[in-house]
């Protein structure tokens, strides 16, 4: 498994304010958007991004965009997850030709503290592959 080794990109956090049990219910929470540049690298299956999810999220929306399409590889698509969880932000998604790939899911991880994002792709043979994973999260503090 390879490790990121530059830190994600971050977009934007966007918050509000309040507090728990008020006559609104109005509690803190963020969106924060990351981005990570992925390759293929052969003999690799699982590409690890570094990121540690924090506690009380839930995945917004997750995007691919291919810049250089997979021609080589046997299995062309990848999936996006984190570390321990069945459930899958994007999975086999395409990456046989350039664009962008997106999906609104709203996944909720009722416990991801310190799970990481993971990308997995469909075989160990990938040569040209190049593209970005976008993750959209909210979170409550």
């Known amino acids: 498994m390879s490790e990121l080794t530059e830190e994600p990109t971050r977009f934007n956090q966007v918050g509000t304010s309040g507090s728990r049990g008020t006559a609104q219910n109005i509690i803190d929470s963020y969106n924060e958007t990351f981005e990570f540049n ?8 699982t590409f690890d991004t ?8 839930q995945a917004i929306s997750a995007m691919l965009i291919v810049d250089t399409a997979e021609v080589t590889g046997v299995t062309k ?3 996006v997850g984190f ?9 086999a998604t395409d990456a046989s030709a350039t ?12 416990n991801p503290s310190g ?4 990308v997995t ?11 970005r994973i976008v993750i959209e999260i909210k979170g409550v503090k």
Request: charged share 10%.
């Open 38 to 45: 992925i390759a293929a690298q052969t003999g690799l299956t």
């Open 121 to 131: 792709f469909g075989s160990d043979d990938w040569v040209e592959f190049v593209g």
């Open 50 to 57: 570094g990121l540690v999810l924090p506690s009380q999220l």
């Open 83 to 91: 570390t321990g969880e069945t459930a899958a932000l994007m999975s």
């Open 77 to 79: 698509t990848l999936t």
């Open 115 to 118: 799970l990481k994002l993971l």
């Open 99 to 110: 664009g962008t790939l997106g999906v609104a899911n709203g996944v909720a991880f009722p």
